[in-house]
């Protein structure tokens, strides 16, 4: 049974995957994909990078059993793509949301929750766990058509979500989120991946896939040019950062003595900048302690039972990091797994 | 990695109004409409206030339907999740919505519209046939707007990836779709047939031309009738001429024969069988009927329809005149006296013939014999002919009308069973435009297929008459051959172009042969086998061999448009 299957295991295996598109006389058109090799293993947050038209998108097609390869292996889980069994284990959320207008958000959970076959009763407290979790409660009700581009992509997470999948493949998650959604979305696939999920992040945000990913592998031109944990491709060995309490200039001259004296100089001196989301969020959290009002979807609230009370967390590299002073009270993490 | 910075608290922004849901306009429509009804009937006008009454009830019965449509689609299976949004998507759909709404105006005005003057069996047999057919074209359009342009927007929008990654198969997809029109369509037709029904009564509660026309009402509208066809009284004997002209032909020309065995037989026949119908002048000729046993006890009377032609006379202005017997009584004879019947040619004729006239054996024998006068300049009266088949013919009722009415509906069920199943395997393969054209043309071959035979014969100049399969592909190869060798190639083109029309008829079902509507506009009995036959071809066959065509056709088909150059 694939759910038996151990930490560490191959979850995604793609040998030498190609994809030509033909035209209506079957001959080629474009070749979109050529010889990928990929390895994603149990537990770990994949990140696909590249620009568009890169391939990123065709190789996920490729691996839901949504295109056939022209050559090459694909085995998700152990199975081919289209494996009805595998294809219980894997939730999707794709780049746009592909949804039926004139469903309502509780409909459009229910819809898919019965292509998964759960009874009625599963489907009912997992829609209710997870319009929580989106936050979408307030507006379950009304038809997805009516939502707004960011209320559409909370209601496709919730849709991935609904089987409490062990294989999580999400194609530009937070297109069109606000940062603070953006924030959520991130630290929900930083849960899941302590859980022992594997997730697939496809996207272009280098911030996000640096910010989730184990390993990245990066595509152009419908190649794997670069593949490697972050670690690896992004440490510059050839230099060193030492970082200090502010250092009066005398202090620095000292500095620049001692690594003369070793035949080495300092190429930089700089003040260390925060991020702009870091920002972004201290800011609009400052604007919630003062009462100023807002509108649109409420914010997420704790990880639906069945996801969070899933596997076991993983390894040390899988525990939340240290919380910084300056940064708000409680972390959405520690909120999410309070159940 | 996971991220080095903390997460923010959760943001208790304000929410968002829960919104309208759904918009809840019917119950205002409903209490409106029933007002106007109410209005209408104050004001003395209670016909249209019934038809108001009558389309309220229909959109109240929709309702409901669609309320149980939901309740039985709760399953928490694939197939079942796909066919309750395909119901979802039908009820969001506006242009079926729009055919629907036509459906529920198109019913309760008809009556109104018919002539009062007319007689009432006839208004009743206008309003069934109508309706029916309305409602059954209407549908079909439904049908095919909603397969093609659910499936189609589906693939378009992608939305067909969210549906596919989950764990269901392509052809549980196709089937869930299927299963929903097919049930969506169930609904409309029950919907539909309430319609006619409660309009068909309340038409036949109108006053009538006189004593024969309300007996016809109920002994030929209200009822489901059998049909016997005549056998030759001395059947070995005709046998016997039959073989022996066969036989007289094969020695004459034995290279004809040789050519088309099959077809000079079924060409002899017929000309018999036509000879046997014919009624020369000063000739009694008998027809048999049998099986009319349970028709003694079933009704008072049988009905003799025939359709009599005055042959060598202007139609126009014929008329045949002729006397009859029934098992050798003179029929009628009033005061002692055999009438002679005096009807015009060319047209229907329906005689009513006491079941006290039936032997213990169910056997009516009906001799005719000919009184025309004779024409102008001639010596000898012209001859009475029928048409084989339905130009003589005996009918006793076998059956109720709602039953019959139910079944007729059955029928047209399944055709929409078939035509859903036909859209979707278009619409796997081709963009939606194209593919309600192609949907088009398989529902207009299969309710014309006959007709478009014909004209296929007349494009070619090649009549296949009552020839067999082989004996026409016979006829087209030499046809063929012919022309190229005398190298008129467009006319050599038309005879291809034939093969490829005839190709594609023959896997068109006929839903002429699957009518239904006509049956029951003129109280024929649509018989269980015959229904059955039916459901299990059109409801049954023909939608599996199209789905699995579909399923082979979205299972090959790259669900993903190329974007790249």
């Known amino acids: ?339 | 990695m996971i991220p080095a910075t903390t997460p923010p608290k959760p943001l208790d922004a304000e929410p968002i109004p829960a919104g309208r849901g759904r918009r809840m306009w019917w119950p205002a429509v409903l209490v409106g409409t029933a007002a106007v009804a109410a209005g209408l009937w104050a004001g003395g006008r209670p016909a249209a206030a019934t038809a108001v009454l009558g389309g309220w009830a229909l959109v109240v019965g929709f309702l409901l339907g669609v309320a149980a449509l939901r309740v039985l689609l709760q399953a928490g299976n694939g197939v079942v999740g796909v066919a309750r949004a395909m119901v979802d998507e039908a009820l969001g759909s506006r242009l079926p919505i729009l055919l629907v709404m036509l459906v529920v105006a198109w019913l309760p005005v008809l009556p109104l519209v018919l002539d009062p003057a007319e007689r009432l069996e006839y208004r009743l047999q206008f309003f069934l046939n109508w309706s029916l057919s309305g409602a059954s074209f209407l549908l079909a359009l439904v049908t095919i707007v909603l397969a093609c342009g659910s499936l189609c927007g589906d693939i378009d929008s992608q939305r067909i990836h969210m549906a596919l990654v989950k764990p269901i198969q392509r052809w549980q997809y196709l089937l869930g779709k299927w299963l929903g029109i097919v049930l969506f369509d169930g609904l409309l037709v029950a919907l539909a047939g309430i319609g006619v029904y409660a309009g068909a009564q309340a038409l036949r509660l109108m006053p009538e031309a006189d004593a024969a026309d309300r007996r016809a009402v109920d002994e030929q509208v209200f009822t489901a009738r059998s049909t016997a066809r005549p056998v030759h009284p001395r059947g070995k004997d005709f046998e016997a001429d039959v073989t022996a002209a066969i036989d007289r032909f094969r020695a004459d020309d034995p290279a004809a024969f040789a050519r088309d065995p099959a077809g000079a037989r079924k060409r002899i026949l017929a000309q018999h069988v036509l000879e046997w119908h014919t009624v020369p002048a000063d000739v009694v000729a008998s027809y048999l009927f049998t099986g009319l046993e349970p028709a003694r006890h079933r009704s008072k009377v049988v009905q003799l329809r025939l359709k009599p032609f005055a042959d060598n006379v202007g139609i126009d202005r014929a008329e045949v005149r002729f006397a009859l017997w029934v098992n050798e009584r003179p029929y009628p004879s009033r005061n002692g006296q055999h009438e002679t019947f005096t009807l015009p040619s060319g047209s229907f004729h329906t005689i009513d013939i006491p079941t006290s006239l039936i032997d213990e054996q169910g056997t009516l024998r009906i001799a005719i014999a000919n009184r025309n006068l004779v024409p102008p300049g001639e010596t000898k009266p012209t001859s009475i002919s029928f048409s084989p088949g339905k130009g003589l013919e005996v009918l006793s009722r076998a059956g109720s009308f709602e039953g019959n009415f139910l079944r007729g509906l059955g029928t047209m069920w399944a055709k929409l069973g078939m035509l859903a199943a036909a859209a979707l395997a278009a619409a796997s393969w081709l963009g939606f435009p194209i593919a309600v054209l192609t949907s088009l043309m398989i529902y207009i071959s299969a309710v014309a297929r006959g007709f478009l035979a014909d004209a296929i014969d007349i494009y070619t100049g090649a009549d296949r008459g009552d020839t067999t399969l082989t004996s026409m592909v016979r006829l087209r190869m030499g046809l063929l051959l012919e022309r190229l060798d005398k190298l008129e190639l467009w006319d050599a083109c038309k005879t291809v172009g034939a093969f490829a029309a005839d190709a594609f008829l023959s896997l068109v079902p006929s839903f002429g042969a699957h009518d239904g509507v006509t049956e029951v506009a003129t109280g024929r009995l649509l018989s269980l086998p015959q229904f059955l036959v039916s459901l299990g071809e059109l409801g049954l066959l023909y939608p599996l061999a199209l789905l699995a065509l579909g399923w082979v056709l979205l299972e090959r088909r790259d669900l993903v448009n190329v974007s790249g150059s």
């Open chain 1, 1 to 339: 049974m694939v759910a038996a299957r151990q930490v560490g295991e191959i979850d995604i295996a793609c040998i030498g995957v190609t994809k030509t598109f033909r035209d209506f006389w079957m001959r080629p058109r474009v070749r979109a994909v050529e010889g990928v090799n990929l390895e994603v293993r149990r537990g770990q947050v994949y990140g696909l990078l590249g620009p568009n038209g890169s391939g990123k998108s065709t190789t996920i097609k490729m691996l839901l059993g949504l295109l056939q390869p022209t050559a090459g292996r694909i085995a998700i889980l152990g199975k081919r793509p289209r494996d009805v069994a595998t294809k219980r284990l894997i939730g999707y959320l794709p780049e746009e949301s592909y949804l039926y207008r004139f469903l309502s958000g509780r409909e459009t959970l229910d819809y898919y929750g019965r292509l998964f076959r759960l009874d009625r009763r599963a489907r009912r407290e997992r829609i209710d766990m997870l319009l929580e979790m989106v936050g979408l409660e307030a507006v379950q009700h009304r038809p997805v058509g009516e939502y707004s581009k960011g209320m559409q992509r909370r209601i496709g997470l919730a849709q991935s979500l609904i089987n409490d999948p062990q294989l999580l493949i999400l194609d530009e998650p937070t297109s069109g989120m606000d940062p603070v959604g953006s924030r959520q979305i991130k630290d929900l696939i930083a849960t899941l991946a302590r859980r022992g999920k594997t997730v697939l992040l496809c996207s272009h945000l280098l911030g996000d896939v640096e910010d989730l990913c184990d390993r990245v592998a990066i595509m152009y031109g419908g190649k794997v040019r670069a593949e490697g944990t972050c670690a690896e491709l992004l440490t510059q060995e050839h230099a060193t950062i030492l970082e200090t309490p502010d250092l009066p200039e005398s202090v620095v001259a000292e500095v620049r003595g001692v690594l003369e004296r070793h035949d080495l100089a300092i190429t930089r001196v700089a003040h260390p900048r925060r991020s702009l989301e870091s920002l972004f969020l201290e800011i609009v959290e400052k604007a919630r302690a003062e009462g100023v009002k807002t509108s649109g979807a409420a914010a997420g609230g704790p990880v639906a039972d069945f996801l969070a009370t899933g596997q076991a967390a993983g390894g040390p590299q899988a525990q939340p990091a240290e919380t910084p002073a300056a940064a708000v009270d409680t972390g959405l993490i520690d909120q999410l797994t309070r159940r």
